[in-house]
């Protein structure tokens, strides 16, 4: 039978499409030809991936997007007009519209009363879902189409399917008697089956009535009502929970619950059960407005089992980023926990149990076109026995970000007023009064660089205490002179050293730094202390954070580093190294400002990278005391990164003094899929001063396309802040953890392997390149 275009461009409304379509007809008869399908769009390779995960990706096979709304386009192998309103297509009836597209035996189309039968087997796509299905009938005029014996395919997302009677419409689809699953077909892991289940596509969830969760086809749960995402959209439900033991929190559980309050803000309740320890409430409240977006986290428990003399035990989380305008903004950041060990007996995301301190700061910052003003308060909680900080109320400090011209020279003061408060100290108050003007001058060209400094180091201080018997003074005025001097050369040759095709190059740097010696014990320390001595910071112009303490100078800096590029301009080596060489001894550190700080007066410091191969990365770093013959710090790191998060990393690294301690340890990161399902994780940490591991992490993970499980184990040591523990006394906690999420019935979950690598005391941390 030939193949005729039957009602061509069959308008829903109006009779002058029917005539055009019965004239259509008629020629394609009379000349028995036959008409190409126009506007079909073939379905794209159909591979699946290594775990058979559902290809979500198609696209309509005859949605047709060029025609106009309220018109249909039919391709049969027979066509039988009824009347001026009807019409029965017979053989490969191929039904499209601009939404829908519909592959059936036969169909029947009444236009009068918008309706559209068709009998099976058939196949009906729209842009949201694949279904076959023995028959269907469709209102035409409120797009309400409903299949009997229907299975489906998510094509958005994954998700397929069966239903005894399905109806789409544009809400959704609406099942009745159905199931619901986001595995394959050949390893159905997890399904549910349900007297109704609704899909709705414009809220992004679905809901069942009725419903039996079946593992393995065996039916392990059942719920009268139950709701679960089908893209990204948020709402109100349980989260994927946690489950693991440790000998310090006994059996624990974790079941976020979210509450999706607004668009644009919400709030997750998540009971946390210790066994040993009790039942913990966390909860986290994130909003967004049109000048801020900020994050409360807050964070109970009642009566600690395993310690009830500590009472209730909390941490709170404030933080907030406002933009006001163009020139005004504003931040708030505050953590605070009830006692000194919270972070390291309870864990919290909101900070780590390496911290030693929490940060509390309020900050309100105007930009000006030639000035910068931050009004600041700021508060340190000093973790452990240690003594408290001081807090700045308030701080307020300006720079100048536009220097005015002075001939050859640009000229700009910076500054700030700082009130600092500490009842436990000697010196309980403090105004601090600090102005630096500057002149600069540089200049920088492609093979050289000069840049030379003039500052001047005012500062006053107003100091109220108990002052007697100390070296302290109730008002002192400081004022020293700063000279920098700094130059770089840049030399550039072809090598073959490491790569073929490379370009090497070499950029010595010296610097000259004075600052006359001053003694300044009369001066309180308020926020000061020392800066870390590596190789970029042999060239600093300062060597503590603060201005309470101003290190006399007089000394040469000498460096040099030299980097090789390959022919693409990536970095694949480099080597720095230099030492300060001070010119007169009274210049030289001492420890009289930090008694606890090992000063050194002939420091070598050197880094160096090599990047040989796309996935070796080689890394590190000495600091060396060339006077006392000895080693200071230093590090080594080798990572190995493969492809499929395939990860190896060995570490070490020494200090010669922490706290009066010597440190060394060895450590190694790794992550191999052992296949396209499973993967595996472990980080040792070992201490060599002590001869024993001090964390070990192990884990597996199996993930499918439809579901996925983690298994991990941990062993770490105990801390305890309030007191000093040796190596011998330290006590280990032991743990394991389980992750298991069905996906597609809850939230996104944190189920990336790496991600527990991260989670460890020493965290793993990705390789830095210069040229990424």
Known sequence: MNKLWGMIAIALYGTQASAASSATEQQADANNQVNPAVNAVAFPNDASNASHCLDVSRQAKWLAPDLPFGTIEIVADDVELIGQDSAQFVGDVDISTRTMSLSAQSALIDKQ??????????????????????????????????????????????????????????????????????????????????????????EGWGETYGTTLRIYNTPVLYLPYFTFPINDQRKTGFLAPQLSSSNRFGLETITPYYINLAPNYDLTLTPRYMSEKGLQLQSEFRYLTQTSQGLLGLEYLDSDDSDPELGSRYL???????????????????????????????????????????????????????????????????????????????????????????????????????????????????????????????EERYAWSFLSELSVLHTYYDQQGDLSGTTYEDSVSRTLPKLRLYSQLNFERDTSLFVDDGIQTLEPQIQYLYTPNKDQNNIGLYDTTKLQDDFFGLFRDRRFSGVDRIAAANQITLGATTRVFDSANEEVFNLSAGQIFYLSESAKPTAQDFATETTYNSLFASEAMWHWHRRWYLSGGIQYDIDGSQMIQSHLTLDYKGDNNELVQLNHRYANDVSGNTIEQVGMFTSVPINDNWQFVASYHRDIESGRSIEVISGVQYESCCWAVQVTGRRQIETDLNQSINQEQAVFDSGIGIKFVLKGLGGKSSYDAQQILKEGIFGYRRPYFLTN
């Open 113 to 202: 009363q918008g309706l559209l039968n068709a009998k099976g087997p058939l196949t009906y796509q729209d842009g949201s879902a694949i279904i076959t299905s023995r028959g269907l009938k469709a209102n035409l005029d409120d797009s309400n189409i409903n299949l009997l014996g229907a299975d489906y395919k998510l094509t958005q997302q994954q998700g397929r399917g069966g239903a005894e009677q399905l109806q789409v419409s544009e809400e959704g689809l609406f099942l009745t008697n159905a199931s619901f699953t986001t595995c394959p077909v050949d390893n159905e892991t997890w399904s549910i089956s349900a007297n109704k289940i609704i899909l709705s596509q414009e």
């Open 316 to 442: 709170y989380h404030w933080k907030q980023q406002s933009y006001f305008s163009d020139t005004w903004r504003a931040g708030v950041d505050i953590t605070n926990v009830s006692d000194d060990n919270y972070l390291t007996d309870l864990n919290s995301n909101y900070a780590t149990k390496t911290d030693t301190h929490l940060a509390r700061s309020a900050i309100l910052t105007h930009l000006g076109e030639r000035w910068r003003t931050d009004i600041q308060v700021q508060d340190y909680e000093v973790l452990g026995d240690h003594l408290e900080s001081y807090t700045a109320l308030p701080r307020v400090q300006f720079s100048q970000t536009l220097p005015y011209q002075l001939g050859w020279f640009d000229a700009s003061i910076n500054g700030e007023f700082s009130h600092f408060r500490n009842s436990t100290r000697t010196i309980d108050e403090a105004t601090r009064i600090h102005l630096e003007p500057k002149l600069r001058f540089s």
